[in-house]
Nanobody
Framework: QVQLVESGGGLVQPGESLRLSCVASGIIFSRYAMVWYRQAPGKQRELVAA???????NYADSVKGRFTISRDNAKNTVYLQMNILKPEDTAVYYC?????????????WGQGTQVTVSS
């Protein structure tokens, strides 16, 4: 059974940084694209960043230049480094798996990790 466990969220001030982690189990990790989504209150989930099995990345326009997605296949872990955080980045952040960068997420959503950016 696939499990994805997010961590690393918290409360920070604008301009500060956070690093999120997602540990996967139940899959051959290196075969899949890994993705981060976020959902703010009252809004739909949106794709934030993705990284495929070869290391190619894709980002939402709103986070380009500020966020970096990376993966460590030996640890079955995908990371999201978030710099220069803004209040509009406030959301619950979720990870998921895909067959490619632009595919649909394949598994049910977990609990996510809360990121709050506020003065």
């Amino acid at each position: 059974q696939v499990q994805l466990v997010e961590s690393g969220g918290g409360l920070v001030q604008p301009g500060e940084s956070l690093r999120l982690s997602c540990v996967a189990s139940g899959i051959i990790f290196s075969r899949y694209a890994m993705v981060w989504y976020r959902q703010a209150p009252g809004k739909q989930r949106e794709l934030v960043a993705a990284i495929n099995s070869g290391g190619t990345t894709n980002y939402a326009d709103s986070v380009k230049g500020r966020f970096t997605i990376s993966r460590d296949n030996a640890k079955n872990t995908v990371y999201l480094q978030m710099n220069i955080l803004k209040p509009e980045d406030t959301a619950v952040y979720y990870c998921n798996i895909k067959l490619g960068l632009f595919g649909a997420p394949l598994y049910s959503w977990g609990q996510g990790t809360q990121v709050t950016v506020s003065s």
